[in-house]
C-alpha cells in the first residue's frame, strides 16, 4: 500500500514538472490541471482594480452615528450622510449596504430591531436625497457586530452607528 501511495505520489510530480494540460475548445471552460495549481489560472488578478475601486470607494464613506436609545438623525449624523448621498450620486457602479448597530445594552430583539429602524433612517434620508433604491440594502446586526469592545462611554458611542458597506453591482 505504501508502494503504490509512493508511486502515485512520484507520477503526479513528474505530471506537475512536465506542465501536462489539455487543450479547452470551450472559452467558457477553466480546466484546472497541474500547472495550474501553482501559478494560478492568470497570470494577474483580472479583479485587482475593481476590488481596490470598491476599497477607495469604502473608505470614502462614513459611518453615521446615533445618540443612546435612538434612530433619530442629528445634526452630526446628517452632516455624515449629506457627505454620503454626495459621494454616492458622484460615483455609480457600486451598491451599499446599511448595516445597522447597537451599543451591548438591551436585550437581543429590542437592539435589532433598534438597528433596523437606525437602517431605515439612513435608508430613508438617501433615497430622498436621490440615491435610487436598487443600490441600497439594510440589514441589523444589533449588538452581535461591536466595532469597538468595552463596556464604556467610548465604546458604546462608536457602536450606535449605521455603517455602510460598499457592495459589488
Known amino acids: ?7 502515485m505520489g512520484m507520477v503526479f510530480l513528474v505530471v506537475a514538472a512536465t506542465g501536462c494540460r489539455r487543450r479547452v475548445r470551450d472559452e467558457d471552460t477553466v480546466v484546472v490541471t497541474a500547472d495550474t ?16 475601486l470598491l ?7 462614513r459611518d453615521v452615528f446615533f445618540e443612546y436609545d ?21 460615483n455609480t457602479g457600486f451598491r451599499v449596504l446599511l448595516e445597522g448597530h447597537c451599543d451591548e445594552r438591551g ?4 437592539n435589532l430591531a433598534l438597528g433596523e429602524r437606525r437602517a431605515q433612517a439612513v435608508y430613508q434620508y438617501l433615497t ?7 443600490r441600497l440594502q439594510t440589514v441589523s446586526y444589533g449588538k452581535e457586530r461591536p466595532f469597538v469592545r468595552g463596556s464604556d462611554e467610548y465604546a458604546h458611542s462608536q457602536n450606535r452607528r449605521v455603517h455602510l458597506r460598499v457592495l459589488p453591482e
Open 1 to 7: 500500500m505504501k508502494r503504490l501511495a509512493l508511486i
Open 37 to 52: 495549481l501553482v501559478t494560478g489560472v492568470w497570470d494577474d488578478d483580472p479583479m485587482g482594480d475593481y476590488t481596490a
Open 55 to 61: 476599497a477607495r470607494h469604502q473608505e470614502a464613506l
Open 70 to 90: 435612538s434612530n433619530e438623525l442629528n445634526s452630526a449624523a446628517l452632516e455624515a450622510l449629506m457627505f454620503d448621498a454626495g459621494y454616492l450620486m458622484s
Open 107 to 110: 436585550t437581543v430583539d429590542y
Open 128 to 134: 430622498n436625497y436621490g440615491i435610487p433604491s436598487s
